[in-house]
């Protein structure tokens, strides 16, 4: 009883008189006080949670910079600002409706814009709620940019970035996810397993991603006329180092803060998540070492990312064993699908495409594999139902996007501008003035 009380003190639940020994005035039951402390533990939980996604939005920015060259260093910190801001504002004016509105098809949500179901003297839930869901939204549109870097028009990323938070991400979410709110999905009716969002929020970003590195084109230079390949090294690995770290730290709120409640299945889930990224980080040391006869250290890093994105689908339903898997196969796979792209011609400095793509859709069908409760065939033809679904939407539908927006106002910058720098060209700007850029 006194650790009751005490906790609905310092919640703000009870307020009474003094009491001495074990007998208190009580004015909720045993029952409605342990209710009353959990729900407000869930709030607390999920906006820390909510915070630490947040914070991934500084990786996902040191991430690309690191990777790319200084001169164009600003405009990857402008464009990471503005996803978030700009996402913020059309997730709530449009995308969380979209996604988790009511739906009599599954199709996607009919109610819940502008926040319309918050009320002074209605159940808070829903603001808790959407703070934790739109920075899953900012995510899916920040890993585009990384794909696109160096080489996009500002206005053409404003402009998509708002139809990735308002429309691409928030309709495939609802088929996954739509009745977490109010909504109903098609594919969750199924039931597909994407727990935190390998496909729902990764792969969207990452074959968004592809569709806009191939109706952009590759950077200048990077692919010489007689075949070859020519590297264009990222400007600061330690900054990029430092991303990833962010990055990881940010997923344990990301994958645990899926839960919205804090209870005991977060303490598998934080370890399923840690597990996955160091064993992502080795084997895609091992895997470049063996390919390049050296530890290549933005494939190591890319690695760690690659077994966190493979144990989002399946950190709350995959043992720590399975975890170790599927991060395992995720750091040899982002190798072997970067240069894979490279093969091809399709230019992603920052590895997007296969980290979050790629991986998400592996991670996806792990969660089917490895599956605790057991799996079935059909187990994993709906997990593989709902990776062809996410590709085909996702994909489609950001390729027309971008050619209408290269028709329009335009999506490359002109090769003056980009052999300059778009910090100077788009923003006026100089991320290092005290240093020469090279403009190669």
Not at 138 to 159: D, H, N, P
Not at 197 to 205: L, M, R
Not at 340 to 350: F, N, Q
Request: aromatic residues 12%; negative net charge; hydrophobic residues 55%.
């Amino acid at each position: 009883m006194k650790t009751i009380f005490l906790a609905l003190a310092t919640t703000g639940l009870w307020a009474g008189s003094a009491w001495a020994g074990d007998e208190a005035p009580t004015a909720l039951s045993n029952h409605e006080a342990i209710e009353l402390v959990q729900t407000h533990a869930n709030y607390l939980w999920t906006l820390i949670a909510a915070a630490l996604v947040f914070f991934m939005q500084a990786g996902f920015a040191m991430v690309e910079a690191g990777f790319t060259r200084a001169k164009n260093a600003v405009n990857i910190l402008m464009k990471n600002l503005m996803d978030f801001s700009m996402g913020s504002l059309i997730y709530w004016a449009i995308g969380f409706g979209l996604m988790f509105g009511a739906s009599a098809t599954g199709w996607f949500g009919t109610s819940s814009f502008f926040l319309a179901d918050f009320s002074p003297d209605g159940d808070p839930w829903v603001l808790a709620f959407w703070m934790f869901q739109v920075v899953f939204a900012a995510t899916a549109a920040t890993i585009v940019s990384g794909a696109m870097a160096e080489r996009t028009k500002f206005t053409g990323y404003l402009l998509y970035s708002i139809f990735v938070c308002g429309l691409i991400y928030p309709i495939f979410g609802s088929w996954a996810w739509g009745s977490l709110y109010k909504g109903s999905g098609w594919l969750e009716g199924l039931g597909f397993i994407d727990f935190a969002g390998s496909t729902v929020v990764h792969s969207v970003g990452g074959w968004a991603a592809l569709a806009g590195a191939i109706v952009l084109g590759p950077r200048l230079g990077k692919y010489q006329s007689d075949g070859s390949i020519r590297p264009i090294p990222g400007h600061n690995m330690p900054l990029a180092a430092l991303g990833v770290f962010i990055l990881w730290l940010g997923w344990f709120g990301f994958n645990p803060g899926s839960t919205t409640t804090a209870d005991k299945s977060i303490a598998m889930i934080f370890v399923n998540t840690n597990l996955a990224a160091a064993t992502g980080a080795v084997f895609a040391l091992l895997a470049s070492w063996f390919k390049f006869g050296k530890p290549e250290v933005s494939m190591s890093l890319n690695g760690a990312l690659a077994g966190l994105v493979g144990i989002t689908a399946g950190c709350a339903n995959v043992s720590p064993l399975s975890a170790v898997i599927i991060g395992a196969v995720a750091g040899v796979l982002v190798v072997f699908s970067v240069l894979l792209l490279d093969k091809i011609k399709i230019d992603d400095p920052v590895g997007a495409v296969s980290v979050h793509g790629v991986c998400g859709a592996w991670g996806t069908l792990a969660a089917g594999i490895f599956n605790i409760g057991g799996t079935s065939a059909q187990i994993i033809g709906v997990q593989l139902l709902g990776i062809g679904a996410c590709f085909v939407w996702t994909f489609v539908t950001a390729l027309i996007m971008f050619k209408l927006i290269d028709k329009t106002v335009g999506l490359r910058v002109s090769p003056e501008e980009e052999t300059e720098g778009l910090d100077s060209m788009e923003h006026a700007g100089n991320a290092y003035p005290d240093f020469e850029v090279s403009a190669i």
